[in-house]
Structure formats: structure tokens, C-alpha cells
Nanobody
Framework: QVQLVESGGGLVQPGGSLRLSCAGS????????VGWFRQAPGKEREFVAT????????IYADSVKGRFTISMDNAKNTVYLQMNSLKPEDTAVYYC??????????????WGQGTQVTVSS
């Protein structure tokens, strides 16, 4: 069974930081790239970042490059998204995604339930 569970969302002021976690079942993570997507109200879901199973390859959306860092802990089947210098436009529901063989801006087949991130003063 494929399971992805996100955590770590919340309310933060502009300029602040949050770290999201995505814990996956062994099947969800084994050999797959894992990524993060987000969806703001009234907008389409968009790519944020992705990382290879080995952790050696990453891709970021231009809008988050230099502010967000994605990392993989294979022993824990967990992927993290460290978000720094947060802006109001980062407000969205953030979804973990897996199922792609290699890192890609396109999603794989498996999704988590999402975690809300709100950046507001």
C-alpha cells in the first residue's frame, strides 16, 4: 500500500521559516523520486521541488530557488522541505508526491493529503 503523510504546515510571518515533512511507506519511496507541489486558492496545482531517491539530484521551481531546500532521509522514508524567507505568495496547500522514476516537474501517481502553509502578518 502506498501512503504519503505530510506534516509541518502552519501559520508563519513573512520572512519566517517552516519545515515540511513527508513520511512515506516503503513502497511509496523505494526507488522513486519524491516531490512537493502546492495549490493556492483559485489556482492550479504547481510544482515546487523534487529529489531523486539517492538524494543526488534535485530540481526547484524558479519561484522558490534559493529559499527552499528539499532533502531525503532514506533510513526514515522521509522527505523534507525546508522553507526560508517565506512570502505571502507561498501561501498554499502543499502536497507530497511520489511515483516518478526520476526527478521531474511532472507529478507521479501517488499523493499525500496535503498540509496548509499560510504566510501572513
Amino acid at each position: 500500500q502506498v501512503q504519503l503523510v505530510e506534516s509541518g504546515g502552519g501559520l508563519v510571518q513573512p520572512g519566517g521559516s517552516l519545515r515540511l515533512s513527508c513520511a512515506g511507506s516503503t513502497r511509496a519511496f523505494s526507488g522513486y523520486a519524491v516531490g512537493w507541489f502546492r495549490q493556492a486558492p483559485g489556482k492550479e496545482r504547481e510544482f515546487v521541488a523534487t529529489i531523486s531517491w539517492s538524494g543526488g539530484s534535485t530540481i526547484y521551481a524558479d519561484s522558490v530557488k534559493g529559499r527552499f531546500t528539499i532533502s531525503m532521509d532514506n533510513a526514515k522514508n522521509t522527505v523534507y522541505l525546508q522553507m526560508n524567507s517565506l512570502k505571502p505568495e507561498d501561501t498554499a496547500v502543499y502536497y507530497c508526491n511520489a511515483g516518478s522514476i526520476r526527478p521531474s516537474r511532472l507529478p507521479g501517481d501517488y499523493w499525500g493529503q496535503g498540509t496548509q502553509v499560510t504566510v501572513s502578518s
